[in-house]
């Protein structure tokens, strides 16, 4: 039975860092998968002389989205139309809708719960309560992305994360052999995204990896700032083999799910309500 998935993600190319595989999967199996932005990311690094004719860097931004889109085979893309708060919330925002960060949660709430009522959603991806590392935007995702879910009676939520665990061992290991670029903290990572014991999916998508990849490079503005190669740009490099094996799972945290044995198909328990081991 094909079931509609809307994933809701702060900044265009947290899709593809987060969940390009599982929406490429999805697609690939049938299901209708929209996608959702709160912000079109102005404040994004970027080179200096990346930018041509005057263009604005969320309108490049966007562009690009939608090149990640296309290669995920999303359904369809819709931007909220918030500005970007900087990793810092450094940005005041501009005319319209002002700041994600500092949005009315009821107020988005209730523009992604009309958009999640309008597409008979089955199912919503949003963030983990600490928002990944902790961008103010992606906390935001994770308040309005639940709040919209209960105005829409949505009947599958689920959070899209990272294993710490896996990931803190995992940076640790690349450190002998690797120097990060400048702007990135790798201990930034032991307090972030979600414990293994707390996780309820782990979803393969080693067979949709070339797809994944094609949704990073179309973030093209956001692999280099001043000369300087940023982590995007790190990734790509690694030969697809490799890419595969460390790309090839993605996480989830499904609201209401006692964590057990972890489950491969995000939509288990809309197939079979007998595996979702509710809380009491």
């Keep these: 039975m094909p079931y509609t998935l809307v994933v809701f993600h702060a900044h265009p190319d947290d899709e593809a860092l987060l969940t390009a595989?599982?929406?490429?999967?999805?697609?690939?199996?049938?299901?209708?998968?929209?996608?959702?932005?709160?912000?079109a990311g102005g404040v994004g690094l970027v080179s200096s002389d990346f930018l041509a004719g005057g263009e604005s860097l969320a309108d490049r931004r966007i562009a690009e989205l939608r090149r990640s889109a296309t290669a995920l085979g999303c359904a369809r893309t819709e931007?909220?139309?918030?500005?970007?708060?900087?990793?810092?919330?450094?940005?005041s925002g501009s005319a319209g809708l002002g700041t994600f960060a500092a949005a009315d949660v009821e107020v988005a709430a209730g523009q992604l719960a009309a958009l999640l009522r309008e597409e008979r959603a089955d199912?919503?991806?949003?963030?983990?309560?600490?928002?990944?590392?902790?961008?103010?935007?992606h906390v935001q995702v994770h308040r309005v992305g639940r709040r919209a879910a209960e105005m829409a009676?949505?009947?599958?939520?689920?959070?899209?994360?990272v294993d710490r665990d896996l990931l803190t061992k995992a940076l640790r290991l690349v450190q002998r052999v690797y120097r990060f670029p400048p702007e990135f903290d790798p201990t930034v990572f032991d307090s972030a995204y979600t414990p293994r014991a707390l996780?309820?999916?782990?979803?393969?998508?080693r067979k949709y990896a070339l797809r994944k990849r094609m949704s990073m490079a179309a973030h093209a503005s956001q692999a280099t700032a001043d000369g300087?190669?940023?982590?995007?740009?790190a990734f790509l490099r690694i030969p697809l083999p490799l890419f595969r094996r460390v790309f090839g799972r993605e996480w989830?945290?499904?609201?209401?799910?006692?964590?057990?044995?972890?489950?491969d198909d995000l939509f288990a328990t809309l197939r079979d309500p007998t595996v979702r081991g509710l809380e009491p």
């Design 153 to 161: 009676d949505t009947p599958l939520v689920l959070e899209a994360t």
């Design 79 to 91: 931007l909220l139309g918030y500005a970007d708060s900087g990793l810092e919330g450094e940005s």
């Design 252 to 263: 989830f945290v499904e609201t209401g799910r006692v964590p057990g044995p972890l489950l």
């Design 21 to 39: 595989g599982t929406m490429a999967r999805a697609s690939s199996e049938g299901h209708r998968v929209v996608l959702v932005v709160a912000t």
């Design 199 to 205: 996780i309820t999916h782990r979803v393969d998508v």
């Design 123 to 137: 199912a919503l991806i949003h963030y983990d309560p600490a928002g990944g590392y902790g961008h103010p935007d």
């Design 228 to 233: 300087a190669d940023r982590t995007l740009a």
